[in-house]
T-cell receptor
Framework: KNEVEQSPQNLTAQEGEFITINCSYS?????LHWLQQHPGGGIVSLFM???GKKKHGRLIATINIQEKHSSLHITASHPRDSAVYIC???????????FGKGTRLSVIA | DAGITQSPRHKVTETGTPVTLRCHQT?????MYWYRQDPGHGLRLIHY???????DKGEVSDGYSVSRSKTEDFLLTLESATSSQTSVYFC??????????????FGPGTRLLVL
């Protein structure tokens, strides 16, 4: 069974700081997802990775398949980035996603 | 945003009563999922569907049943609600053949309180 662990659980940052959220998983995967849950509860997908790196605006996601580890970076953080960030892994094909417990980020102006 | 709606958005019910939550999509996605979200836990899969009348159990399926009689609707039924089923329930959809690489699109959630 795949276990997905995120760290830290909670993170407080000052506006403008560079932020890193980590995700590790226990078995080989076919895809790793990063999602964002807004304070109002809505969940949106940010990235899907199977290798390498992806960038969207100030968000960068990387994955190291050999080390079973992924990171989500936020550059020049802003209070509007405050949210819960969730990683989820799929072991193969159409198997269901396994979710981490999330990292709660608060960015203070 | 993907066209996914959930109803009701909020519900209070009593222990022992049956409850049905509805997920409706307008995207013609093949896969539909029901998750619950609780403090201290990640999203946990209850049931999912990979086509009309095709469903399978997830990690926390006990006490829940589902039905999918048409592509756009996926119903979650709590046969006899218990206080441990107080949670926020999310529906999600995906279709690797139609949309971006198995991305899941989530509904707005349903808050259920079982007294």
């Amino acid at each position: 069974k795949n276990e997905v662990e995120q760290s830290p659980q909670n993170l407080t940052a000052q506006e403008g700081e560079f932020i890193t959220i980590n995700c590790s998983y226990s078995v080989g995967i076919s895809a790793l997802h990063w999602l964002q849950q807004h304070p109002g509860g809505g969940i949106v997908s940010l990235f899907m990775l199977s290798s390498g790196k992806k960038k969207h605006g100030r968000l960068i996601a990387t994955i190291n398949i050999q080390e079973k580890h992924s990171s989500l970076h936020i550059t020049a953080s802003h209070p509007r980035d405050s949210a819960v960030y969730i990683c989820a892994a799929r072991t193969s094909g159409n198997t269901p996603l396994v979710f981490g417990k999330g990292t709660r980020l608060s960015v203070i102006a | 945003d993907a066209g996914i709606t959930q109803s009701p958005r909020h519900k209070v019910t009593e222990t022992g009563t049956p409850v049905t939550l509805r997920c409706h999509q307008t995207e013609n996605h093949r896969y539909m999922y029901w998750y619950r979200q609780d403090p201290g836990h990640g999203l946990r899969l209850i049931h999912y569907s990979y086509g009309v009348k095709d469903t399978d159990k997830g990690e926390v399926s006990d006490g829940y049943s589902v039905s999918r009689s048409k592509t756009e609707d996926f119903l979650l039924t709590l046969e006899s609600a218990t206080s441990s089923q107080t949670s926020v329930y999310f529906c999600a959809i995906s279709d690797p053949l139609l949309s971006n690489q198995e991305t899941q699109y989530f509904g707005p959630g349903t808050r259920l309180l079982v007294l």
